[in-house]
């Protein structure tokens, strides 16, 4: 009976090796895949060789993501954003302490955005950190101007004004160009309940402007921070 008991563990032993290997082989390269849906806050800016003045701009980044699972710790993440971006310029043409015009203008811009960024992911115990970094294509669905004069004499507005520019539609008003790319850098904290919060940069490569009106503008290039929250679902 010794002899059979051996024998069978001699047998039934590799087999429950060989199946645990198995079990954590699928466990390994389970959840290779995650779809995620994000929103955030953007701060972004136009760097023009023009040197205008500038503030930044608040707007929105929404939209789907993807993760594809390279290996353990490598990641490749595409996502389909629409993105607002834009700045605002002012300056003020001053007479007297009391008697001056204030220009504004706001540009708002909302683009269609297609990152593709490759991460390192970083494991701990409730989760884990990622960083990398990619390229991104945009294509301007919107853009429109808003520019504003408010005249003062002795303190006082004398009238205020208010133009509207459509930036991508009419020649004559036409200021950018709808096609843009650059480079993103980005770094985050993502739970294990598929929680994340990232902050990245967007670093425009594209001179969007449209020079046939511009007068001195040589080169403008799209600069955005965002701040973003999501949730990602694996299968």
């Given at each position: 009976m010794s002899k059979n008991l051996i024998t069978a563990i001699v047998i039934?032993?590799?087999?429950?090796?060989?199946?645990?290997?198995?079990?954590?082989?699928?466990?390994?390269?389970?959840?290779?895949?995650?779809?995620?849906?994000?929103?955030?806050?953007?701060?972004?800016?136009?760097k023009e060789e023009a040197n205008m003045e500038q503030s930044p701009r608040f707007g929105f980044n929404t939209g789907f993501v993807l993760d594809m699972?390279?290996?353990?710790?490598?990641?490749i993440q595409p996502a389909l954003l629409l993105s607002a971006k834009g700045?605002?310029?002012?300056?003020?043409?001053?007479?007297?302490?009391?008697?001056?015009?204030?220009?504004?203008?706001h540009t708002n811009i909302f683009y269609l955005e297609l990152p593709i960024n490759g991460l390192v992911n970083i494991p701990i115990k409730k989760g884990k950190f990622f960083l990398g970094g990619g390229l991104y294509l945009?294509?301007?669905?919107?853009?429109?101007?808003?520019?504003?004069?408010?005249?003062?004499?002795?303190?006082?507005?004398?009238?205020?004004?208010?133009?509207?520019?459509?930036?991508?539609?009419?020649?004559?008003?036409?200021?950018?160009?709808?096609?843009?790319?650059?480079?993103?850098f980005l770094g985050g904290y993502e739970f294990s309940s598929g929680l994340y919060m990232k902050a990245g940069y967007g670093l425009g490569l594209k001179n969007?402007?449209?020079?046939?009106?511009?007068?001195?503008?040589?080169?403008?290039y799209n600069r955005c921070f965002d701040l973003s929250i999501g949730y990602k679902i694996k299968f």
């Open positions: 039934i032993a590799p087999l429950f090796v060989f199946s645990q290997n198995n079990y954590e082989n699928k466990k390994e390269n389970a959840n290779q895949m995650a779809i995620g849906y994000q929103i955030g806050l953007n701060v972004s800016g136009i699972r390279i290996c353990k710790i490598i990641t700045c605002r310029y002012g300056y003020t043409d001053t007479y007297s302490e009391f008697d001056y015009d204030k220009h504004s203008l945009a294509y301007g669905i919107y853009g429109k101007d808003r520019y504003i004069v408010a005249v003062k004499r002795l303190g006082e507005t004398e009238f205020h004004t208010e133009e509207y520019f459509y930036l991508f539609k009419k020649e004559d008003e036409k200021l950018y160009n709808p096609f843009d790319f650059g480079i993103n969007i402007a449209y020079s046939a009106n511009w007068e001195t503008n040589t080169g403008s």
